[in-house]
């Protein structure tokens, strides 16, 4: 089984920036890619950017261009979410998950606080 620990969330201002890691662990495996989703009070969870170890390839949200970069560790089984300019819309619950099988995600973490106040 496969847990991910998120991290690095917290309480900042508009324009700060801040890193969240997330790391995997349990039993050894391989990850196809790896990503991050947030959800905000009262809405659906939505997706925010991915990384594509084998093609070495990023997906990112059209809200977040620009602003937030993804980057990891394959061998490590370890991703990271470097977020700019943080505006108050970009508060929620921000969760790492792991894709095993190309397109389906298969395991998530518990999530981690992100807030921004104006």
């Known amino acids: 089984q496969v847990q991910l620990i998120e991290s690095g969330g917290g309480l900042v201002q508009a324009g700060d920036s801040l890193r969240l890691s997330c790391a995997a662990s349990g039993r050894t495996f391989s990850s196809y890619a790896m990503g991050w989703f947030r959800q905000a009070p009262g809405k659906e969870r939505q997706f925010v950017a991915s990384v594509t170890w084998g093609l070495s390839s990023t997906r990112y949200a059209d809200s977040v261009k620009g602003r937030f970069t993804i980057s990891g560790d394959n061998a490590k089984n370890t991703v990271y979410l470097q977020m700019n300019s943080l505006k108050p819309e970009d508060t929620a619950v921000y969760y790492c998950?792991?894709?095993?099988?190309?397109?389906?995600?298969?395991?998530w973490g518990q999530g981690t606080q992100v807030t921004v106040s104006s």
């Open positions: 998950a792991v894709s095993v099988i190309r397109g389906i995600f298969n395991y």
